[in-house]
């Protein structure tokens, strides 16, 4: 049986030095974020949102204005344990992109499309 020995890699303090436990002041953290905010010149472009218009296909629009089309995820959710929902999502551009709406009742083994559904959609773009 071998014994447990704890790791000593912290034995040896003096391999931290003043610069990793440094105070720092609001006027430095302050500073640090002007400073990478100004050298941000890629911060992406998010937007969420929530589809609740009943419809089992349509074009969601953004009101963000998107540089070029954005990835987008959608999610649906159903309170059924038989049916299971699905989104499929089409021709996305930077303005907005188009849906049609599933739903499989495994009960009866029917495919159908799905009206009454809402759903949440997340679009982002990052150069």
């Known amino acids: 049986m071998s ?3 704890k790791p000593n890699r912290y034995d040896n303090k003096s391999q931290f030095n003043s ?3 440094e105070e720092y002041t609001s006027e430095t953290i302050e500073s640090s974020l002007k400073s990478l ?7 992406p472009q998010i ?6 218009d009943g419809n089992h296909s349509g074009f969601q629009s953004f ?5 070029h089309a954005p990835r987008v995820v959608c999610q649906m959710i159903s309170n059924s344990n038989t049916i ?4 499929n999502i089409y021709n996305v551009s930077a303005s907005g992109f188009s849906y049609r ?4 009742d495994s009960s009866t083994n ?3 499309t799905s009206s009454s559904s809402n759903f949440h959609w997340m679009a982002i773009y990052s150069e």
């Open 110 to 112: 029917t495919a159908s």
């Open 19 to 21: 610069t990793e436990f």
């Open 63 to 67: 009101s963000v204005t998107f540089t």
């Open 101 to 104: 709406k599933f739903q499989i």
């Open 84 to 87: 299971t929902q699905t989104i």
């Open 3 to 5: 014994s447990y020995s």
């Open 47 to 52: 937007e969420v949102g929530a589809n609740v």
């Open 37 to 43: 905010e100004s050298g941000a010149k890629n911060r």
